[in-house]
């Protein structure tokens, strides 16, 4: 029978390609076997196998939106007069701090 035209749906190539998988036999062999057209066994495949995917495990375009996270600073802030700000004072930078501060002064 040959079925070169795809004038068949889903079930008829779903039966095919469950008998290929059983049968052992490349895409190819077992198509020239069958009298089925190549292009046509191996897009049906193809379309079988995207449609039993779970909606979950399909891709998408690639593209993953990245949102910038806001950094928030850590430790104290000392505000100057003159407008300079030294942030991130925390207990393990309090002398270099204080040798800014004297060199400020």
Same mark, same amino acid.
């Given at each position: 029978?040959?079925?070169?035209?795809a004038t068949e749906g889903a079930p008829f190539?779903? /039966?095919?390609? %469950?008998a290929w998988q059983q049968s +052992? /036999?490349?895409q190819k062999a077992y198509c020239e076997h069958q009298e089925l057209r190549y292009s046509t066994f191996g897009?049906? $495949? =193809?379309? /079988? =196998?995207? %449609?039993a995917e779970p909606a979950t495990e399909k891709k998408g375009a690639g593209f993953v939106p990245v949102i910038p996270a806001t $950094?928030?600073?850590?430790g104290l802030t000392l505000s100057l007069p003159n407008g300079l700000?030294? =942030? +991130?004072?925390? %207990?393990?930078n309090l002398g270099l701090v204080r040798d800014l501060l004297g060199m400020l002064a």
């Open positions: 029978m040959d079925m070169s035209d190539w779903q /039966l095919h390609i %469950a +052992g /036999l490349t897009y049906w $495949v =193809r379309k /079988l =196998r995207r %449609a $950094v928030q600073p850590t700000e030294i =942030r +991130g004072i925390e %207990a393990n």
